[in-house]
């Protein structure tokens, strides 16, 4: 397969909302997407065969994370996303398909699927299931269009 080294920033003023890696990105080289200050980290790492990491552990260090970032991977489907400005105002939306990768920086979203899907999520826990972890509104994705 050919290398794509394409990928999208989706921002509002200086905010970044979303970075999406489409199902066909490659590297030649490691890269990080995200940035340095925030909470969760997204890259794309290359090694050659033989490379090595070095066994380790990550030490115990006490971070202040504001906000709950996530990163969804798109393991079967497809499915419309929609980003949210601050004030519940769509910016834009784009459709992801297996393979696909989003991470979900800041703003609002949805999702609509379009295709029986299956993802993976990954971001910081403990998820309380609260309405104090996440703010709900209605946004696009119940529109039939009708």
Do not use: W
Not at 13 to 19: D, Y
Not at 23 to 28: C, E, L, P
Request: proline share 3%.
């Amino acid at each position: 397969m050919a290398k794509d080294n394409s990928f999208e920033t989706i921002k509002y003023g200086g905010m970044v909302i979303a970075i999406i890696l489409p199902s066909n990105y490659g590297s030649d080289r490691t890269r990080f997407f995200s940035p340095a200050e925030f909470s969760q980290q997204l890259g794309y790492i290359v090694h050659k065969k033989g490379g090595v990491i070095k066994a380790h552990f990550h030490r115990q260090i006490h971070r202040k994370i504001t906000i709950t970032q996530e990163v969804l991977f798109v393991r079967k489907g497809r499915l419309t996303i929609n980003f949210y400005a601050p004030g519940r105002k769509l910016l834009t939306s784009r459709q992801l398909r297996r393979g696909d990768t989003v991470f979900l920086c800041g703003g609002g979203h949805g999702l609509k699927m379009l295709e029986d899907c299956e993802l993976i999520e990954v971001k910081q826990g403990p998820y309380s299931g609260k309405a104090s972890d996440k703010e709900t509104f209605e946004g696009i994705e119940y529109d039939t269009g009708k």
